[in-house]
């Protein structure tokens, strides 16, 4: 169960990334085209905000269930003092907790914005930020694992 639920965790960042992309990609292009704000953007941001709160609760679900978590919490100060175990116990849900965020309160300050630049601008920036701290935050090492 554990180890079926890794896999779609470590596919479903794929989804997360492309739809990182895409939403990114149509708020850069508003701005440099002076376009306004349309359907297809509301909803590329709204998708990357789904796929994102999706692959976050699979990684609790994960967390609890995960025999690496498990054996990570019988020591706590071990645990901590192992890098690769300190990554998956703190650093990784800490990353994402920032991108989802960066993600959602991007959502509500481009839906408040009154201009259509400023919606592109702001969905722009906080979803470029989101994605960074995703990037920084994926333990691309593992790459080969599953
Ligand atoms: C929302 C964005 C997230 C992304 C893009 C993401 C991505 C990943 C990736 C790529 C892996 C490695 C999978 C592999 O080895 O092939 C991983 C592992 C893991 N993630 Fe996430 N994750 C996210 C959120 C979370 C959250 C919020 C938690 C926990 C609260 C979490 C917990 C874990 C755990 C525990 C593992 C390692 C499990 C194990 O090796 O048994 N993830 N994650």
């Not at 992309?21 to 292009?29: D, E, M, Q, W």
């Amino acid at each position: 169960m554990a180890h079926t639920l890794l896999i779609v965790h470590s596919y479903v960042r794929w989804l997360v990334l492309l739809a990182a992309l895409v939403a990114i990609a149509r708020a850069v292009s508003g701005v440099a085209a002076g376009r306004s704000y349309g359907a297809a953007d509301a909803k590329s941001a709204l998708f990357f905000m789904i796929a994102m709160d999706t692959q976050f609760l699979l990684g609790i679900v994960l967390y609890g269930i995960s025999p690496l978590m498990r054996e990570a919490m019988h020591n706590m100060a071990a645990s901590m003092a192992d890098a690769p175990t300190r990554f998956f116990v703190a650093e990784h849900p800490t990353f994402m907790l920032l991108a989802l965020v960066l993600v959602h309160v991007g959502r509500v300050l481009t839906k408040r914005a009154e201009l259509d630049r400023a919606k592109f601008v702001r969905s722009a920036v906080s979803f470029a930020a989101a994605t960074g701290l995703m990037l920084a935050g994926i333990p691309w090492w593992r790459l080969a694992a599953v």
